[in-house]
Nanobody, 116 residues
Framework: QVQLVESGGGLVQAGGSLRLSCAASGRTLSSYGMAWFRQAPGKQRDLVAT???????NYVDSVQGRFTISRDNAKNTMFLQMNSLKPEDTAIYYCAGRRTGGYEYWGQGTQVTVTA
């Protein structure tokens, strides 16, 4: 069983930066595909970025060039560096992990609020 815990959320002005962390326990993450999702009030949970076990990354268009997903397998931790934040980035951010198929492990979420 994998437990994921996010941290690093907060309140920031538009144009600012935040770095989210996702710490894993229970098993090592090195063989897991990982991702960040977000859910804004009244909306569905959407994929933001993914990173494969081999370090290949993908981003949704709305965050491309502003967000960077990374992982430190030695520390069993994944990160999301968020720069040039916009009010529309306001959401609860969740990290997720999977071996194969759908994402089966989820964190509890961390709130990111961007003010204009």
């Amino acid at each position: 069983q994998v437990q994921l815990v996010e941290s690093g959320g907060g309140l920031v002005q538009a144009g600012g930066s935040l770095r989210l962390s996702c710490a894993a326990s229970g098993r090592t993450l090195s063989s897991y595909g990982m991702a960040w999702f977000r859910q804004a009030p009244g909306k569905q949970r959407d994929l933001v970025a993914t990173i494969s076990s081999g370090g290949i990354t993908n981003y949704v268009d709305s965050v491309q060039g502003r967000f960077t997903i990374s992982r430190d397998n030695a520390k069993n931790t994944m990160f999301l560096q968020m720069n040039s934040l916009k009010p529309e980035d306001t959401a609860i951010y969740y990290c997720a992990g999977r071996r194969t198929g759908g994402y089966e492990y989820w964190g509890q979420g961390t709130q990111v609020t961007v003010t204009a």
